[in-house]
């Protein structure tokens, strides 16, 4: 099956501070990535190309890093995700940048295609939601949380009592 999945999100913050922000991913002062509700993403030696790490299940290796735009991991883990999952950084003017997470992936056998729909799909979409959020709440007094739907919840839940 052949996936694409694509967040978008406006943050009213010039390029260099969201820049700032995503330089702090995966590390442990990390701005970015929604670490309170999520398992954290995590690499040995840091953002680098080459460099193998992932988050929960989720495994991949840095394939290309140009931290002022963009951010390319190919996958690793679960076997049957092939294909890329990247962060794009744009301006849009001096004072809105956007930033863009897509997966663009062929699931390869029917288990795989499975449990991404009816699972990874849900969930990643959380994640990158509250990632989002994590991002805007760097600047804003009153804090994003999107919320999850019953879906989700039901997962979490799952994934839970399983570990």
């Known amino acids: 099956m052949n996936v694409v999945n694509i967040h978008k999100r406006h943050i009213n913050q010039p ?5 700032r922000l995503i330089k702090t991913l995966s590390k442990k002062e990390d701005k970015v990535w929604p670490n309170d509700n999520w398992p954290p993403m995590r690499f040995k030696n840091g953002l680098k190309v080459g460099e193998k790490g992932g988050h929960g299940i989720i495994r991949y290796e ?4 140009f931290p002022e735009r963009l951010i390319v991991f190919k996958f690793l883990q679960p076997k049957g995700f092939n294909g890329i999952h990247k962060f794009e950084i744009e301006e849009i003017n001096a004072n809105t940048t956007l930033v863009t997470h897509s997966i663009i992936m062929k699931t390869m056998n029917f288990m795989t295609t499975l449990k991404w729909v009816l699972a990874i799909r849900w969930l ?3 994640l990158i939601e509250n990632a989002f959020d994590t991002i805007e709440n760097n600047s ?3 804090k994003k949380h999107t919320t999850w739907s019953i879906w989700v919840e039901f997962l979490r839940f799952i994934l839970k009592k399983i570990r």
């Open 15 to 19: 390029k260099a501070d969201v820049v």
């Open 124 to 126: 990643h979409d959380a």
């Open 140 to 142: 804003l007094e009153i």
């Open 62 to 65: 840095v394939e290309a890093f």
